[in-house]
DNA sequence: GTCTATAATAGGATAGAC
DNA sequence: GTCTATCCTATTATAGAC
């Protein structure tokens, strides 16, 4: 069996600054914070990326993308019926928030939008990032029968959807918006069987 | 007829700091940018706001709402189907996306992720302006008769699917998830008729 | 109400010893 | 690879003349 290798610095630094700007954001997120949250010194962070806090923005949302991705291919991959999986993730979604008594949504969102049209290396990992969601969904979708135009416009929007919803219900504190949209998204792929 | 009233100066401070704050975020907005944009000075500021950045991001964010709200009731007001005036209102927004060169996405997003949990004043701001959208489309499906429940939960849906749809449309810098989000959206409402 | 100057602090980034 | 010290600039906020 493969030991479980201690995260080295780089891996806690990466991990720190993908939680930090879930919850504070790009701009909010400051890089001696990041360090002293990893445990690590300020010259670490610069040995690993002396591309300064734009590299740092660009392995955090690589990370996020990551993590997220493994989150929707569960949640996918848990149901045979993709429609019935997809409100299975917003439930699940609107469980880590609460859990996280509403810090942790999007892990990527707050950081998209702050430096859209002023940092392109980290725009294009964030692009990246919605199309490979998108992608998982819509693969899915493709397996289960969709014809390829609906699969494709189905994913869209239901990345669209469980990200708005996410963003509401964080900022209301509340279930509603995930559940409900769970529900309507599952309602809106149903209603391409017939 | 009345005169149009040249704005004031605290017209222009809020005016500029919520422009500002939609294109760069909360964090990323300088108190001395938004008084350069505004043609105001610091000083001016601190006199009409002298809470200091969060009382002036309340009141961008408040401006915002009742800007957002305009474009929505409009959008409602010009087709007697709600279904098909919500569509409507996303490829307004795709529109406006568009021609701003991908800058002018969800006025309050970036602000309300990068503060939630970290500014009461703005997270209640934030929070209040969904409500108020989402009260809007709730009202107008109600009028056009469906019933209480129905009518609550589509608002949820149609206000996170156009938030995500905004988002991602502004990250890929293409209109296709706001115009598909809108045929979807028409399409449940629809399903709800039968 | 407006303006300039300035305080006090925190930000990103670098240098060089170890 | 790690650590500390430091530079430079930008930030929020205040003071006080006009």
């Known amino acids: 069996m493969a030991n479980t290798p201690q995260p080295g610095t780089r ?16 701009e909010g997120t400051g890089i001696k914070q990041v360090a002293q949250e990893a445990n690590a010194t300020l010259g670490s962070v610069y040995h690993f990326f002396p591309g300064g806090k734009q590299a740092l923005g660009v392995a955090a949302v690589e990370h996020a993308d990551q ?16 429609a019935q999986a997809i409100a299975g993730c917003a439930r699940t979604l609107a469980r880590l928030l609460r ?5 942790d949504g999007c892990p990527i969102s707050a950081t998209a939008l702050e ?28 397996e289960a029968g969709f ?18 919803a996410e963003l509401t219900a964080q900022v209301a504190r509340s279930e509603t918006p995930l ?14 069987k017939h």
């Open 67 to 82: 993590e997220f991705a493994g989150l929707l291919a569960k949640s996918l991959s848990e149901e045979a019926d993709p």
């Open 115 to 142: 430096t859209t049209g002023r940092a392109p290396d980290i725009e294009q990992a964030v692009a990246q990032a919605f199309q490979h969601w998108r992608d998982l969904v819509a693969d899915t979708l493709r």
């Open 11 to 26: 891996e806690r630094i990466v991990h720190a600054a993908s939680l930090l700007m879930q919850r504070q954001g790009y």
């Open 99 to 103: 859990d996280s008594e509403w810090m």
């Open 179 to 192: 559940i409900v949209a769970g529900k309507h998204l599952t309602r809106l792929i149903d209603s391409y």
């Open 147 to 164: 014809p390829e135009d609906e699969a494709r416009d189905l994913s869209h929007t239901v990345i669209s959807t469980l990200e708005g």
